[in-house]
């Protein structure tokens, strides 16, 4: 079998901070082979947005990894001089963001932007070309009328637009890698529909690798074979997403599963989590939910770690045998 496009182990990315270390990213692992979407789903501040902007090198400083390895298509980005990583970043790695606005330059059309990125990357031979490819791929994300509106600034489009061509930008190098943080919360239905379908296909035809985090759970059981559950900066449960949501074992997925709205069964009542998150940086060696946890024991004190729970899954929880049916 080849090795996974991109492999962590033992992630661990700290934020100095006046209260103490913030550990955001506490011993993640994961793997994503070519042309696999993993979805990657916790609360706000789980530590999903700063595991991958680990990965991508684009922490911001005092933020910075302390451990782990990062290898995709077998080289070692901890290892890689800057400029290469940034090389990399470019062309093999994308991250799509769910604030357009900030992702794109206020000061330069869409076209420019698009075909800038074609250009740099020698995918477009020339302008002509790169303009007729801009507009192709920003008609795939579903910018109607694209070729005339190439012009426009992102001002003149609609957040929803603007959104898309953020995500036209990401793609237009044809990364191998595309890290999509909640990159379609802002669009409607139809719409997100349509650019997870374009994601779709790249991932079949192109083999791109898709690392899709998202609140959504009906969006990674629809589009993600494979999930990967984060809790106050650790990977709590993770495995076939078929598996991990009609039986979680870990009671924190149980809970997220009972918090959140599902589709296709609105009227079903919602049960928060009750409790907050923990301070990441008054952290003790035990499980991290277990002040939230209904099956907590005073076994749950001691250090936890990811161990198999069947089907192909990984838990973090001790007590993850007896929630087998
Ligand atoms: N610049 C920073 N300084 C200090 N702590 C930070 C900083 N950035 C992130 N953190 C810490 O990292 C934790 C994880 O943040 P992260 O953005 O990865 O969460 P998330 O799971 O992506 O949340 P969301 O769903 O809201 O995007 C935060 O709770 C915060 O404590």
Redesign the pocket.
Known sequence: MNPPLLSVRGLRTV?P?RRGP?V??DDVDLEIAEGEALGIV??????????F?SVLGLL?P??RIEAGEILFAGRDLRRLPHAELRALRGRQMALAM?DALSALNPAFTIGTQVTETLLTHRIAPDMRAARAQAAALLTRVGIPAAAERLDDYPHQFSGGMRQRAMIAISLAARPRLLVA??PTTALDVTLRAQVLDLLDTLRREDGLALAL?T?DLAVVAERCPRVMV?YA?QVVESGPTEAVIARPRHPYTRGLLESLPRLEDPDRPLHPIPGQ?PD??RLDPGCRFRNRCGMAIAECAAPVTLQPAGEGRLSRCIRAPEMAP
């Open positions: 934020f901070t913030v955001a990213a916790g609360e706000s501040g789980s530590g999903k947005s700063v595991t902007l911001r005092p933020g769910q943080d909640e985090i609140h984060m900066g998150v990441l940086a």
